[in-house]
């Protein structure tokens, strides 16, 4: 029992929570020129992860780089995608809409340089959007 109880602690935090992602994308169809154009993004996470309603979080996507036969990975990438703002959050699940796209000018390309399912979400620049619309 005591040393199944040193593995566990030896066992890195990460392991133990659950990675916040995106798992789905639903975009309305407006009826006419002048409707709004709305894009959710479902998050895997809630208010116990640190998401709150007007939480703007970063978008990282992970790239698996390969040789150019395919064969061999040559690494991993985590390139920054953008920030998604919070909009509400629905016990396991938060929703979310763009805040910003990052240009890819000093960043890695992406194959679609949009939010996609199974990108992660970052905390660490996250900060509450205090800003209103009108």
């Known amino acids: 029992m005591k040393l199944l109880f ?16 995106i798992f789905e994308v639903r975009r309305n169809i407006p009826l006419s020129d002048t409707d709004p154009i709305y894009k959710d993004f479902y998050i895997k996470g809630n208010e116990s992860t640190g998401l709150k309603k007007n939480l703007v979080v970063q978008v990282n996507r992970k790239m ?7 064969s061999q990975v040559m690494g991993e990438v985590l390139a920054p995608v953008g920030q998604l703002k919070i909009i509400a959050v629905y016990g396991k699940i938060a929703v979310a809409r763009e805040y910003k796209n990052y240009s890819r000018d000093e960043l890695p390309m992406l194959e679609s340089p949009w939010f996609m399912i199974g990108d992660s979400i970052e905390m660490k620049d996250s900060f509450l959007d205090k800003t209103t619309k009108k």
């Open 64 to 70: 698996t780089l390969r040789d150019a036969t395919g």
């Open 6 to 21: 040193t593995l566990l602690l030896a066992l890195p935090a990460k392991v133990f929570c659950e990675e916040m992602s």
